[in-house]
């Protein structure tokens, strides 16, 4: 049965930069392992390539256009309701330690009169994480992180220990040089590998375990790497040459009258910088070492657990909340419309008996992020509140059973931050794209832009855009239908259950009402 339940996120995590999703060097003995111990998924899809609205529907069930925290820094609506809160009604509290993303409601807060210094106005600020250590890592770490004093503590005598040794080197003429310059990621950080975010974060998590005795619990542990800085302790930073490296996926045909908001995506600096062979051949064997190294502490958090005796009851799902291109198509970072971003790895060990005929198995039924919070929910016997969730549970594939099952996974994309949408001329208001994954189709509805089609049974590597070529039409019809249904159903009806309506249907006599009668 199981007790206690560790949800794992490693940040901007490529799904084929794992030895059991066929890289052919990378070394990811442990993740390897936990493939064999329970399900890996093979197609599962985030509903967002970007961090802030992918964790978001991670943490809620819930699509980005549901949930509305549609990029990072937005917000989560104070109304949504997360993990966290659906755990601690039944009695269970949802630990944190590392990254989350979600940025408080302040404007809710006040408008509802919640102190946020409240036990109530904390939780909510938090998206309902009771928080062991929260660390973004993508800048330097405030109060809400221990790894500051953790460092100075260590010896590293700085007033911001994290930009001058966690994410910096010493170059070959003697000088401290930073890892936000792509091109110094070669060298070792000046931090221990001891010392390193992924080890102090496995630390963190291993201490937690510790101290619950016998108690059941819930971690979310969410690894800030592989994400830039791509800077890596010593001896990771050195472990793969660029021969080691999978081939870069890009051809020069992709920029002829490439589509418009790709194009304008390509003129980002980080576009720019990945476009350079001297980038690529930097950062990619870097980029692994840093997945081998977590593989390395997960190894040692594994073994913790078992020491505890606790492996063996508890659920374990290990995600990313995406990809990243890495030079692929031209583009650095995520958020567009490509399998290396979208496509994510998603393992599931389910420890009941129940879901012994399905160990080591290989799922090809498509799975997404809204899913997770349903699939926890089901595995310690809570309810699944189905005027809210739009995921489900994954317990059934898990368990071998037969079962209807989703054939489209669908993203969304709001890049009304973004500098490719002034440049564009477009507004925040229009600055949106759906997207289908379907079959052999990958399709994107663009607001104010083409359609974009890719056939993945002939274009694998979705070199060849299909969106603007008459003989795709009815292709492209079909999926707008697809769409067009998916987005009809979102569940903004949240403040009465489907019991409740159930309740009320036809009920306006009972309540006074009598209308229409002769």
Same mark, same amino acid.
């Not at 899809?45 to 964790?55: D, I, M």
């Not at 109530?120 to 405030?142: S, V």
């Not at 949240?494 to 009668?517: I, M, P, R, W």
């Given at each position: 049965?199981?007790?206690?339940?560790?949800?794992?996120?490693?940040?901007?995590?490529?799904? +084929? @930069?794992?030895?059991?999703?066929?890289?052919?060097?990378?070394?990811?003995?442990? =993740?390897? /392992? !936990?493939? *064999? $111990? &329970?399900?890996?998924?093979?197609?599962?899809?985030?509903?967002?390539?970007?961090?802030?609205?992918?964790?978001?529907?991670?943490?809620?069930?819930?699509?980005?256009?549901?949930?509305?925290?549609?990029?990072?820094?937005?917000?989560?609506?104070?109304?949504?309701?997360?993990?966290?809160?659906?755990?601690?009604?039944?009695?269970?509290?949802?630990?944190?330690?590392?990254?989350?993303?979600?940025?408080? +409601? @302040?404007?809710?807060?006040?408008?509802?009169?919640?102190?946020?210094?409240?036990? =109530?106005? /904390? !939780?909510? *600020? $938090? &998206?309902?994480?009771?928080?062991?250590?929260?660390?973004?890592?993508?800048?330097?770490?405030?109060?809400?992180?221990?790894?500051?004093?953790?460092?100075?503590?260590?010896?590293?005598?700085?007033?911001?220990?994290?930009?001058?040794?966690?994410?910096?080197?010493?170059?070959?003429?003697?000088?401290?040089?930073?890892?936000?310059?792509?091109?110094?990621?070669?060298?070792?950080?000046?931090?221990?590998?001891? @010392?390193?975010?992924?080890?102090?974060?496995?630390?963190?998590?291993?201490?937690?375990?510790?101290?619950?005795?016998?108690?059941?619990?819930?971690?979310?542990?969410?690894?800030?790497?592989?994400?830039?800085?791509?800077?890596?302790?010593?001896?990771?930073?050195?472990?793969?040459?660029?021969?080691?490296?999978?081939?870069?996926?890009?051809?020069?045909?992709?920029?002829?009258?490439?589509?418009?908001?790709?194009?304008?995506?390509?003129?980002?600096?980080?576009?720019?910088?990945?476009?350079?062979?001297?980038?690529?051949?930097?950062?990619?064997?870097?980029?692994?070492?840093?997945?081998?190294?977590?593989?390395?502490?997960?190894?040692?958090?594994?073994?913790?657990?078992?020491?505890?005796?606790?492996?063996?009851?508890?659920?374990?799902?290990?995600?990313?909340?995406?990809?990243?291109?890495?030079?692929?198509?031209?583009?650095?970072?995520?958020?567009?419309?490509?399998?290396?971003?979208?496509?994510?790895?998603?393992?599931?060990?389910?420890?009941?008996?129940?879901?012994?005929?399905?160990?080591?198995?290989?799922?090809?039924?498509?799975?997404?992020?809204?899913?997770?919070?349903?699939?926890?929910?089901?595995?310690?016997?809570?309810?699944?509140?189905?005027?809210?969730?739009?995921?489900?549970?994954?317990?059934?594939?898990?368990?071998?059973?037969?079962?209807?099952?989703?054939?489209?996974?669908?993203?969304?994309?709001?890049?009304?931050?973004?500098?490719?949408?002034?440049?564009?001329?477009?507004?925040?208001?229009?600055?949106?794209?759906?997207?289908?994954?379907?079959?052999?189709?990958?399709?994107?509805?663009?607001?104010?832009?083409?359609?974009?089609?890719?056939?993945?049974?002939?274009?694998?590597?979705?070199?060849?855009?299909?969106?603007?070529?008459?003989?795709?039409?009815?292709?492209?019809?079909?999926?707008?239908?697809?769409?067009?249904?998916?987005?009809?159903?979102?569940?903004?009806?949240?403040?009465?259950?489907?019991?409740?309506?159930?309740?009320?249907?036809?009920?306006?006599?009972?309540?006074?009402?009598?209308?229409?009668?002769?």
């Amino acid at each position: 049965m199981t007790r206690n339940v560790l949800f794992i996120m490693a940040d901007q995590l490529r799904r +084929d @930069h794992l030895a059991c999703y066929g890289h052919p060097y990378i070394r990811t003995p442990h =993740l390897d /392992a !936990l493939a *064999r $111990r &329970g399900v890996r998924f093979d197609q599962a899809y985030v509903n967002s390539g970007v961090c802030g609205p992918s964790r978001m529907s991670y943490y809620t069930g819930r699509y980005p256009s549901s949930h509305g925290a549609t990029w990072n820094r937005v917000p989560l609506p104070i109304g949504e309701v997360t993990l966290g809160e659906y755990l601690r009604s039944a009695g269970h509290r949802l630990a944190l330690a590392g990254k989350t993303h979600v940025m408080p +409601d @302040h404007a809710g807060l006040q408008r509802l009169d919640i102190d946020g210094g409240s036990a =109530l106005g /904390a !939780l909510l *600020r $938090r &998206g309902g994480f009771e928080e062991i250590d929260r660390y973004d890592g993508h800048h330097r770490p405030g109060a809400e992180s221990g790894y500051p004093a953790f460092l100075r503590a260590m010896g590293y005598d700085s007033a911001d220990p994290w930009s001058d040794y966690v994410i910096s080197g010493i170059d070959a003429s003697g000088q401290v040089v930073s890892g936000w310059h792509m091109r110094n990621v070669h060298l070792p950080a000046r931090v221990a590998e001891p @010392h390193s975010e992924t080890a102090y974060m496995t630390d963190q998590a291993m201490d937690f375990m510790s101290r619950q005795g016998d108690s059941p619990w819930v971690l979310h542990l969410s690894y800030v790497k592989p994400h830039w800085p791509y800077m890596a302790p010593a001896p990771y930073h050195a472990r793969y040459s660029f021969d080691q490296c999978l081939p870069v996926q890009r051809h020069a045909a992709e920029l002829e009258d490439a589509h418009p908001v790709v194009a304008a995506y390509r003129q980002s600096e980080e576009s720019q910088s990945f476009a350079m062979e001297d980038c690529v051949r930097t950062v990619r064997p870097v980029y692994q070492g840093l997945i081998e190294q977590l593989d390395h502490h997960l190894g040692r958090l594994f073994e913790h657990m078992d020491r505890l005796g606790v492996l063996q009851d508890t659920l374990i799902l290990f995600c990313a909340d995406h990809g990243e291109f890495l030079g692929d198509h031209w583009l650095g970072e995520k958020e567009l419309f490509y399998d290396m971003v979208q496509r994510v790895p998603f393992i599931v060990v389910d420890p009941s008996p129940a879901a012994d005929a399905t160990r080591g198995q290989v799922e090809q039924r498509l799975v997404e992020s809204v899913d997770v919070v349903p699939t926890i929910l089901s595995a310690l016997g809570l309810p699944c509140p189905s005027h809210r969730l739009e995921g489900r549970s994954l317990l059934p594939l898990l368990h071998g059973h037969t079962t209807d099952w989703r054939d489209a996974a669908f993203s969304e994309l709001d890049y009304s931050f973004k500098l490719a949408r002034r440049r564009l001329g477009h507004t925040p208001q229009n600055a949106r794209a759906y997207s289908v994954r379907q079959g052999r189709w990958r399709y994107v509805y663009w607001l104010e832009a083409p359609e974009q089609l890719y056939d993945l049974e002939a274009d694998p590597h979705e070199m060849h855009d299909l969106g603007r070529e008459a003989s795709t039409a009815s292709v492209r019809q079909a999926l707008r239908d697809t769409l067009l249904d998916w987005l009809a159903r979102r569940k903004r009806r949240t403040t009465l259950t489907d019991e409740q309506v159930e309740t009320s249907t036809h009920a306006h006599k009972q309540a006074g009402v009598y209308f229409g009668q002769w």
